[in-house]
């Protein structure tokens, strides 16, 4: 069965961390029809984004527009050299700054 699960679970405020469901959403999945299943899926990737991605419009996720510090942000370990986000105002996603498809 197709789920959103990443096996990394931890429940804060009674949202998982790791796919972002609600407890209800988790307990509902197995019976939830296929169609619902799907659209919540896609609502899941916009869980936590902090902006649309300049370059493809996605979900975009960024520590320092969280107000946290910038050293939390997956791009500092990933930038695929120096300059790479100069000419858009905010990060790019990871797929898009990777070029490796997100899952």
Do not use: F
Request: proline share 5%; charged share 25%.
């Amino acid at each position: 069965m197709l789920t959103p699960c990443q096996r990394k679970c931890k429940v804060v405020s009674g949202v998982c961390t790791g796919c972002s469901r609600t407890l209800d959403e988790i307990k509902g999945w197995r019976d939830m029809p296929n169609d619902d299943r799907m659209k919540l899926m896609k609502e899941l990737k916009w869980r936590g984004a902090t902006h649309a991605c300049p370059n493809c419009s996605g979900p975009a996720i960024c520590a320092m527009e969280e107000g946290k510090s910038g050293s939390l942000c997956w791009c500092m370990s990933e930038m695929p050299g120096e300059n790479a986000m100069t000419k858009y105002d905010t990060c790019l996603c990871k797929s898009c700054l990777t070029g490796e498809e997100s899952v």
